[in-house]
T-cell receptor, first 113, second 117 residues
Framework: QQQVKQSPQSLIVQKGGISIINCAYE??????FPWYQQFPGKGPALLIA?????SEKKEGRFTISFNKSAKQFSLHIMDSQPGDSATYFC????????????FGQGTTLQVKP | NAGVTQTPKFQVLKTGQSMTLQCAQD?????MYWYRQDPGMGLRLIYY???????DKGEVPNGYNVSRLNKREFSLRLESAAPSQTSVYFC????????????????FGSGTRLTVV
């Protein structure tokens, strides 16, 4: 079963625009929601993460918005740049020491110059 | 450089052959994970090791075995490769924090691209 659903599958944005990627989760036991960025031929790298006790977290041009009641969270990339072109994954994790991450399906972002 | 090292980077196998994917981390992390990445399906957990000496199945364990050789190394073995195991395999590791400073951030290797023909 897919516990974390991500959309859209692909996204094309003009340079300087806002990129928005959405994720929805099912299990209310999740307590950690990271976003990973992956460039071709590389492994995913942690971009930004949020816990459910806050509604928004911002790091530079990247912002996570979190809606606990709707069980949704989203990644906003402000002033998108061609260098942001990559695949983005949302994920969710349970409490406890196993730390297993459940990933969304991924979004391929292309930022056009 | 500190991080997660995976070998080999590329491999082509014939159906029925076996092989072991190697993973080593030098960050003194407790937990290690094996994921596979397939188009449109994200990353799916195959096996994980929460700490040295323990291993557990993830979402898609069939056809795979693992060994946590020591704290640094976590290998993934395909006993009889099948075309359905054609994928990109990622190893990851994670430190375990305690209390309010829990850290769930993963560090991923660069992947092994496996093709089974």
């Amino acid at each position: 079963q897919q516990q974390v659903k991500q959309s859209p599958q692909s996204l094309i944005v003009q340079k300087g625009g806002i990129s928005i990627i959405n994720c929805a989760y099912e299990n209310t036991a999740f307590d950690y929601f990271p976003w990973y960025q992956q460039f071709p031929g590389k492994g995913p790298a942690l971009l930004i993460a949020i816990r459910p006790d806050v509604s928004e977290k911002k790091e530079g041009r990247f912002t996570i918005s979190f809606n606990k009641s709707a069980k949704q969270f989203s990644l906003h990339i402000m002033d998108s740049q061609p260098g942001d072109s990559a695949t983005y994954f949302c994920a969710a994790s349970y409490s406890g020491n196993t730390g297993k991450l459940i990933f969304g399906q991924g979004t391929t972002l292309q930022v056009k110059p | 450089n500190a991080g997660v090292t995976q070998t080999p980077k590329f491999q082509v196998l014939k159906t029925g052959q076996s092989m072991t994917l190697q993973c080593a981390q030098d960050m003194n992390h407790n937990s290690m994970y094996w994921y596979r990445q397939d188009p449109g399906m994200g990353l799916r957990l195959i096996y994980y090791s929460a700490s040295e000496g323990t291993t557990d199945k993830g979402e898609v364990p069939n056809g795979y075995n693992v060994s946590r050789l020591n704290k640094r190394e976590f290998s993934l073995r395909l006993e009889s490769a099948a075309p359905s195991q054609t994928s990109v395999y990622f190893c990851a590791s994670r430190a375990i924090g305690t209390g309010i400073f829990k850290n769930y951030g993963y560090t991923f290797g660069s992947g092994t691209r496996l093709t089974v023909v």
